[in-house]
């Protein structure tokens, strides 16, 4: 008979992995398993941006609590993850821009994030990188970015210093529910646990039809584009107003290009690819921003899927129904407050009240249809 964990999580990206880095530190015995290696689906390939200025109004909380995370990663997943903090701006170029930022930025502000509004020439001066031709700007000192290809390299050693059992290439592809809690049907055999998370990112939907809840989540295709080395050419976070853009310069010298300009393919395929009419796109629109980008190359370009759910709120906490079964998962800016949220998860399943509210998914259900007669 195999070991009866207390907690099971299914996906190892980043809110997987956090809630169960987490609950192992809380005392708990846990098992992550996931069917590739660990942070290699979106919390992996993602722009690794850790910003205010593009993180919903409701979020805003969770992610200022989940930056000072990110800034002291070293204290807490004990990994260097490549976090540099530095001031972010996002940027207005016409008046249109300039009214819909203006008002972005007012409803974060009150929300908490320190974003303040200054013109396209103090930005120059924060910038000098910049495209001189931005009338408006939002100006945050909470911004930054990580490297997030090395977030899985952090996590694995954090989870086996916990104590965690990882089981990576192991595909989950059924929960039972028994009179002990939980089995979980993998590729390698069953684990049994007193409790499961489900933390599948896109494929949550699917991980939810095993309990038998119909969760409808959204797949995003993402694409990103790296340039090769350069001179220094910003020090900032840069973004734009309608949020199609979102530049840095890593300390090395490449500059990643994202903005969650979308390309094409569905996760039951299990494949995505770019659109090259919509990567030019993506270019163009931060040579604007960045004109010294129009001397680098692009090194390499590629694609990921981000979980989106009917309101566009994370979907955090107990499955409703089902005694000891917990969900995480499509957190929009989710690298960003990821492990916040995946903390509180964590002190919820420990027993512990969670300092922030979760996003519980029953209003994302579908409602029983009505008896006929
Ligand atoms: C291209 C791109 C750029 C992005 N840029 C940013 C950004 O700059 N800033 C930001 O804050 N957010 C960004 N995001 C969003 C962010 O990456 C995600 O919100 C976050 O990483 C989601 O984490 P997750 O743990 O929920 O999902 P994932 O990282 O997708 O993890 C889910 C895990 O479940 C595993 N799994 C799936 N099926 C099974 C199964 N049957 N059995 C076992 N395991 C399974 C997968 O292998 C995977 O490891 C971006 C996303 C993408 C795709």
Redesign the pocket.
Known sequence: MSTMHDLIV???????ATTALFAARGGMDVAV????P??????????????MQMTRVALIPYALRAHHMWATAREWLGHDVGVVVCDGLSLAFTEQEAELLAFRAGKRREAGAPITLITGQQALQIEPGLSDKALLAGHCRVDGYAN?YLTGLAFRTALLDAGVTLTEN????DILQTSSGFEVVTKQGPLRAKRVVI?????IEE?MGWLGIDLPIKTLV???AVTERIPTAMRTVVGIANGLL?LKQYPHGTVVI?GGWQGSGSREGGTCSLLPERLVGNIRLACHAVPALKDARLARAW?????ETRDALPAVGPVPGIHNAYV??S?H??????PYLAKLLADQILGREPDLPLFPIDRLLKPEPLAQG
């Open positions: 299914i996906g190892g990206g980043i809110n997987g398993i996931d069917r590739g660990l942070c290699r689906e979106a919390s992996g390939v993602n722009a690794g941006t850790l910003t997030a192991n595909p989950a592809t933390a599948g990112g896109v494929w991980m993402n694409q990103l979102s994202g694609t990921g899927f981000e979980a995480i998962g957190i800016s989710g690298y960003t407050s990821g």
